[in-house]
């Protein structure tokens, strides 16, 4: 532990059955560890409110206790925070989503498995049986960053009677400048595989060093995986890429098909903008010179919430998308006091 940081946080590591995963077309392991953050206060008497935190692509709930030097991990952070009485007392739940693909998107998927019904319809249980939680929506919270930041807005606009505050840092959103400017980079590398996604993971797997410069092929492989599924293709190649992959060229409706998951498309339906008005707390944030021009999509989306009556509050912060976990410092605060009231 880092020595400026002396809060030694309690963290419990439970195995969650996952029998929602179990036989998922990837073979990915159906029980998960689960981190959970546990309060100061917490005698497994008292009930507290919840926070599910959930980590970015290629990453899962471990990601948030890797140490950094000079830095806390989130749940040294989230100590201080409480100790200092900066922060309610809460547990902060860390989820498992990852796939072979390096992620799930948080939605239920024909390619991967069905994580939005895992976390929603059986983790939540399962926290709210193993620990001494507030068991109701008014006392439960959702975030994340990137892929957690997205799955997060996506899961408090879908599942309203599960959360009642929510908070997106820099989460995917406008898939046409997030997502699109990729393609070319991802068909370029595929074309090195003769346009074979199980050469290219076989070659990606194997290698003790993972390429870097491959890692646009992986991020767009598993979200055709997400948003564009093929069930009649056995995986590795269970998924319909949004491109030809020697043109480049746009595939219409498989791209309409990702559009539906794209929070800006998701804002423009009534039954979603009245989840967001039932929060009692949204918040989103981004950096000012993100990579994947996050930025943009959560301005416009920022702009859409105000023109449809939303309670929100959107924050722009001077840094870019990697290595910003110190923003959970604003929001889980201001999460956990709409919870805990």
Request: aromatic share 12%; net charge negative; charged share 20%.
């Given at each position: 532990m880092n020595p400026r940081f002396t809060a030694k946080p309690s963290i419990a590591t439970i195995m969650?059955?996952?029998?929602?995963?179990?036989?998922?077309?990837?073979?990915?392991?159906?029980?998960?560890?689960?981190?959970?953050?546990?309060?100061?206060?917490?005698?497994?008497?008292?009930?507290?409110?919840?926070?599910?935190?959930?980590?970015?692509?290629?990453?899962?709930?471990?990601?948030?206790?890797?140490?950094?030097?000079?830095?806390?991990?989130?749940?040294?952070?989230?100590?201080?925070?409480?100790?200092?009485?900066?922060?309610?007392?809460?547990?902060?739940?860390?989820?498992?989503?990852?796939?072979?693909?390096?992620?799930?998107?948080?939605?239920?998927?024909?390619?991967?498995?069905?994580?939005?019904?895992?976390?929603?319809?059986?983790?939540?249980?399962?926290?709210?049986?193993?620990?001494?939680?507030?068991p109701r929506r008014e006392g439960r919270a959702i975030a994340g960053k990137s892929s957690g930041g997205f799955g997060a807005l996506r899961l408090a606009m879908k599942h309203p009677d599960c959360f009642s505050a929510a908070a997106c840092h820099s989460g995917d959103m406008y898939f046409e400048l997030c997502y699109r400017p990729n393609f070319p980079a991802a068909a370029r590398i595929l074309e090195r595989y003769r346009g074979s996604v199980s050469a290219f993971l076989e070659t990606y797997e194997s290698a003790l060093k993972k390429p870097g410069n491959e890692f646009p092929l992986l991020d767009i492989i598993a979200m055709s995986a997400a948003y564009s599924p093929d069930r009649n293709k056995p995986a590795p190649e269970n998924m319909r890429l949004p491109f030809d992959t020697y043109t480049c060229e746009i595939i219409e409706p498989v791209w309409k098909e990702w559009l539906t998951f794209d929070p800006l498309s998701m804002i423009e339906h009534k039954k979603y903008r009245d989840a967001l008005r039932s929060l009692s707390l949204l918040y989103l944030d981004c950096g000012s010179f993100d990579e994947y021009n996050l930025q943009y999509g959560h301005r416009i989306f920022s702009a859409k919430a105000k023109k449809y009556g939303i309670a929100h509050r959107y924050e722009e912060f001077p840094d870019s998308h990697t290595d910003t976990s110190y923003r959970y410092g604003v929001s889980l605060p201001e999460l956990s006091n709409v919870i805990s009231a």
């Open positions: 969650a059955p996952g029998i929602t995963l179990a036989g998922n077309p990837l073979d990915d392991p159906h029980e998960r560890y689960v981190q959970v953050y546990l309060p100061p206060s917490y005698d497994g008497e008292r009930r507290f409110p919840v926070i599910y935190l959930l980590s970015g692509f290629a990453s899962t709930g471990r990601s948030f206790m890797n140490y950094s030097f000079g830095r806390p991990t989130v749940p040294e952070m989230v100590e201080k925070l409480i100790t200092e009485g900066a922060m309610q007392e809460c547990l902060i739940v860390m989820p498992d989503c990852m796939t072979r693909y390096g992620g799930s998107q948080y939605v239920d998927s024909d390619a991967t498995g069905r994580y939005e019904s895992y976390l929603v319809e059986e983790l939540i249980p399962f926290i709210d049986h193993s620990f001494a939680t507030l």
